[in-house]
């Protein structure tokens, strides 16, 4: 376990790092694949957030990574989105579309996410 603390720590220290008062919005989501889907469709409909999420914060500094297990259960995956600034996650949060309803609804049939936690960073 904290082995795995250490490795999301490396991979969202750089992110963490982009705002310029040095603090980060960093949400987590622990999920799980449904039948049939692969990781990649996944991946896919992600960066199509991504994409669009980046477009309704108004920045480029909106970053996304999926961490999968080296070992163990392949099922279970994590999302690890990192945003500059609460400004920046709660202009995404709040953006409703045709485009992002559809987006939520292919990661509906793709997986199921039980668990998240929002964090805020500081740079010390």
Same mark, same amino acid.
């Given at each position: 376990?904290?082995? @795995?603390?250490?490795? &999301? @720590?490396?991979?969202? @220290?750089? /992110?963490?790092?982009? /705002?310029? +008062?040095?603090?980060?919005? *960093?949400?987590?989501?622990?999920? %799980?694949? !449904?039948?049939? *889907?692969?990781? %990649? +469709?996944? %991946?896919?409909? !992600?960066?199509?957030?991504?994409?669009?999420?980046?477009?309704?914060?108004?920045?480029? +500094? *909106?970053?996304?990574? *999926?961490?999968?297990?080296?070992?163990?259960?392949? $099922?279970?995956?994590?999302?690890?989105?990192?945003?500059? !600034?609460?400004?920046?996650?709660?202009?995404?949060?709040?953006? $409703?579309? $045709?485009?992002? $309803? /559809? &987006?939520?609804?292919?990661?509906?049939?793709?997986?199921?996410?039980? %668990? !998240?936690?929002?964090?805020?960073?500081?740079?010390?």
């Amino acid at each position: 376990m904290k082995k @795995a603390i250490l490795a &999301i @720590a490396f991979l969202v @220290a750089p /992110a963490l790092s982009m /705002a310029d +008062d040095h603090t980060a919005v *960093v949400e987590f989501w622990k999920c %799980e694949l !449904n039948d049939g *889907v692969k990781m %990649e +469709d996944v %991946e896919a409909t !992600n960066d199509k957030w991504l994409a669009l999420t980046r477009k309704t914060a108004g920045t480029e +500094d *909106v970053n996304s990574y *999926v961490l999968t297990a080296v070992v163990g259960s392949q $099922e279970t995956f994590m999302f690890v989105d990192a945003y500059p !600034n609460m400004v920046a996650w709660a202009r995404a949060k709040d953006a $409703e579309s $045709e485009e992002s $309803e /559809a &987006i939520d609804a292919m990661f509906a049939e793709q997986m199921e996410c039980e %668990e !998240n936690r929002l964090y805020k960073s500081k740079r010390q």
